[in-house]
């Protein structure tokens, strides 16, 4: 199983940004698949996921609105475009996947993670 997350970067507050996890070893719309983030010091806290199998859906409170997950089942894919980015998404964002239903499961513990991708905002 590989996960491997890319997109991230330095952006201005209230810009935009798109990170995709390329995912392969596994059977991709059977699982699950999160985006989670760490702050600096900070600890790891889940953003959204998705089921690409039927393409359901959940996000935290913290960036309803603002972000979108999606998929690409051809690719084997996950994105996640983050909209109005703030100083307080700084982060390290990670993308993992589990053999779960999202919008049951949630971003409850994930089994397989990528190494992460650094999403720096300015103010």
């Known amino acids: 199983v590989q996960l491997v997350e890319s997109g991230g970067g330095l952006v201005q507050a209230g810009g935009s940004l798109r990170l995709a996890c390329k995912t392969s070893?596994?059977?991709?719309?059977?699982?699950?698949i999160g985006w989670f983030r760490q702050p600096t010091g900070k600890e790891r806290e889940g953003v959204s996921c998705?089921?690409?199998?039927?393409?359901?859906?959940y996000y935290v409170d913290s960036v309803k609105g603002r972000f979108t997950i999606s998929a690409d089942n051809a690719k084997n894919t996950v994105y996640l475009q983050m909209d109005s980015l703030q100083p307080d998404d700084t982060a390290v964002y990670y993308c993992?996947?589990?053999?779960?239903?999202?919008?049951?499961?949630?971003?409850?513990?994930?089994?397989?993670w990528g190494q992460g991708t650094q999403v720096t905002v300015s103010s």
């Open positions: 993992a996947a589990d053999y779960s239903y999202c919008p049951d499961y949630k971003l409850g513990p994930y089994d397989y």
């Open positions: 070893g596994f059977i991709f719309d059977a699982y699950a």
């Open positions: 998705i089921s690409p199998g039927d393409g359901g859906t």
